[in-house]
Nanobody, 120 residues
Framework: QVRLQESGPGLVTPSQTLSLTCTVS??????????WNWIRQPPGKGLEWMGT???????YYSPSLKSRTAISRDTSKNQFTLQLSSVTPEDTAVYYCARGIRIGADYDNRGQGTQVTVSS
């Protein structure tokens, strides 16, 4: 059973960079044909796909966030990381990491989520 766990600060100051890590257990992030995603849910809104790092290390980003988003991985630790720069209060959300069988869709495992608040 694959398990995903998000970690990172719960409070970020406006204009700073938000950094979150997803630690994966029970399966490798390099296993063929799985895609590792970051998604978020702002208060009162639906889920928003932010970006994906594929099993082969290729990355894909939401056009609306591409200029501020970077996803990377550490295969030795079986982790992948989200960095979102120049945050504003509108980036306040619950952030999830999820495994999928397509880029940005068909999630079959998801972490419990972590609340991130952007505030001074």
């Amino acid at each position: 059973q694959v398990r995903l766990q998000e970690s990172g600060p719960g409070l970020v100051t406006p204009s700073q960079t938000l950094s979150l890590t997803c630690t994966v257990s029970g399966g490798s992030i390099t296993t063929n044909h799985f895609y590792w995603n970051w998604i978020r849910q702002p208060p009162g809104k639906g889920l928003e796909w932010m970006g994906t790092i594929a099993y082969n290390g290729n990355t894909y980003y939401s056009p609306s966030l591409k200029s501020r988003t970077a996803i990377s991985r550490d295969t030795s630790k079986n982790q992948f990381t989200l960095q979102l720069s120049s945050v504003t209060p509108e980036d306040t959300a619950v952030y999830y990491c999820a495994r999928g069988i397509r880029i940005g869709a068909d999630y079959d495992n998801r972490g419990q989520g972590t609340q991130v608040t952007v505030s001074s």
